[in-house]
């Protein structure tokens, strides 16, 4: 999975090069270990928020490949029709709640949804993914809050990079999340996100937890965002030799170490990336062939409510 996402990322940053992406382009590569190891341990019907830089998570998830590539060079086969692009592609067949551009909008979604998911009384949870530079949003600890006070299965997923945007976190905060997960009472743990294993590890006990007995749980997972903010930013803020250190924090080749040191071999590694590279290429061909939106259809699905005073 984390294979997947990496390649889809490249893939897609050479299509936004190419003026084939509408948009901006927000890529998580880099992060890729949080999104694959967390939803190792979720089920089709556990609910997922994402952020602007959401594609791991949607893809994680289970989406359509063809439909998440689609969707995001806006096809009318998309799993929005088109209408979404990067920053919004959802599939709730399976649970995917969808990405969101406006900075810590997905707590209040996904805090919504564990509400629900506790009254169905079915043992499921929610997840939302957010970044570090969400933490000074005033939306975060209404919804630690109110997750607290209802005992709601959310798992608060903080996905740390380092990095608000253009500046470094520490200049954005007064405190950190163990601090406020102290201060709201929320059950918190910190954990390696490169580390795939590591991941798997703490969320499985965290959300195992949760299906017992319903109550939010904090994850912090310090990661590291390869790329810009958005594709084309120049990351002139970011100090001198940062980026040349971040081959070692890469989290395909920290599981690949593992692997190596388990015995696998060589060709394995080399059937996984020729299997990969043929589902994004297979997916992308597909979505490159389908139509456009009909401009007719630009008002469907968009609801009005009649009577009031304005008619």
Known sequence: MMLLIRRAEETLQKLFIDGQVPGFLHLSIGQEAVAAAISRCL??????????RGHG??????????????EILGRATGL?????GSMHVADLKIGMLGANGIVAAGLPITTGSALALKLQGEGHIAVVYFGDGALAEG???ECFNIAKLWSLPVLFVCENNGWSEFSPTERQMATGLRQLATA????YAEVDGNDAQAVHDVAEAAIGAMRINPHPSILECRTTR???HYEGDKQDYR??????EMAARDP??????????????QSWFAELAELVDAQVSAALEAALAAPHPVPADILADVYTISGGRNG
Do not use: M
């Open 80 to 84: 929005c029709r088109g209408r979404g």
């Open 184 to 187: 709201w009472g929320i059950t």
């Open 43 to 52: 089920g089709p019907q556990d609910t997922v928020s994402s952020n602007h």
């Open 252 to 265: 395909l080749a920290i599981a690949r170490r593992y692997l190596e040191d388990d015995g696998v071999t």
């Open 139 to 141: 939306v975060v600890h």
């Open 226 to 228: 390869v790329r810009g």
């Open 239 to 244: 100090p001198e030799g940062e980026v040349a």
């Open 57 to 70: 998570h949607t893809l994680a998830k289970g989406v359509a490949l063809e439909g998440f590539f689609a």
